[in-house]
């Protein structure tokens, strides 16, 4: 009888024992094992479009947290932005395993340069012809 209770006390010292170390990140459980492999996936930035003059401006074509190009008419944020947007699209649709469709879009109707007007990137008409 005492044999017993000796070998029942070591079988739940044993489970209790592994069960607070996986608790406490010390032996890897299946859940946390799973999200030590598992790639994070990279935030969405946020575009700014603070600028001080027309250098610091560009235009981009994805939205905030988009994978994939889709404004016909770019908008314009600083470069820091653009750059950003760009690279997180590009890791974004690695990590999802799929290609961006091509946009259909009509020429524009009048050519447009980014431009710091007023301390914020924005559109501007750009001289020269509209239609090439």
Do not use: W
Not at 51 to 72: H, I, K, Q, R, V
């Amino acid at each position: 009888m005492e044999k017993r209770r000796i070998g029942l006390a070591l079988v739940l010292c044993t489970t209790l024992f592994g069960v607070s170390a996986a608790a406490n990140g010390d032996e890897p459980g299946p859940t946390a094992h799973h999200a030590r492999t598992k790639k994070k996936a990279a935030k969405p930035p946020k575009a700014a479009t603070t600028c001080s003059t027309d250098a610091d401006c560009a235009f981009t074509p994805y939205t905030d947290g988009g994978c994939c190009p889709t404004l016909c008419q770019p908008r314009a944020v600083t470069k820091t932005s653009a750059e950003a947007l760009e690279k997180y699209a590009a890791s974004c649709a690695k990590q999802n395993g799929r290609e961006c469709p091509e946009l259909a879009c009509a020429p524009p109707a009048i050519r447009r340069q980014p431009a710091c007007i007023s301390g914020k990137c924005e559109a501007r008409a750009a001289p020269g012809p509209t239609r090439e």
